[in-house]
């Protein structure tokens, strides 16, 4: 296969991901390849629609307060790209919302944690009774 220097995955790699991964990431090497090679086999459209999204998403917050059901925010909280604070924020502005920090991860919580993530999910629907 042709190494990507220039390529999605390649920018994906130099310039998002020191922002995505906790430094407490053992596998960093391993999944920064994983999140890379996504990158660079999604289709440019795709990609630049995902892009805008990104970029161009507006303040969700004064539109969250209206909702009443349950619901759990998981953060990385080695998450640099979306620090922990804003999913605390996210949180605390519903109506039933509770917010797990997962130790040790960033932004892809569950490709980095999945067992924490899982464990995290599982308490919070038994305690729901989801």
Request: aromatic content about 6%; hydrophobic content about 35%.
């Amino acid at each position: 296969e042709k190494e990507d220097r220039c390529g999605r995955g390649e920018m994906v790699r130099q310039d998002l991901l020191p922002a995505y991964f906790s430094g407490q990431q053992e596998a960093g090497a391993a999944m920064a390849h994983y999140v890379a090679q996504m990158a660079k086999e999604t289709p440019q459209a795709d990609f630049a629609a995902q892009t805008q999204l990104a970029i161009g998403r507006p303040d969700y917050l004064a539109r969250t307060a209206g909702i009443r059901a349950p619901a759990l925010v998981l953060n990385g909280s080695g998450d640099r790209a979306t620090p922990p604070d804003r999913g605390r924020e996210l949180a605390e502005s519903l109506a039933n919302g509770e917010c797990r920090d997962i130790g040790g991860a960033g932004h892809f919580a569950l490709l980095e944690h999945p067992k924490k993530c899982a464990r995290a999910i599982a308490d919070w629907t038994k305690r729901e009774s989801l």
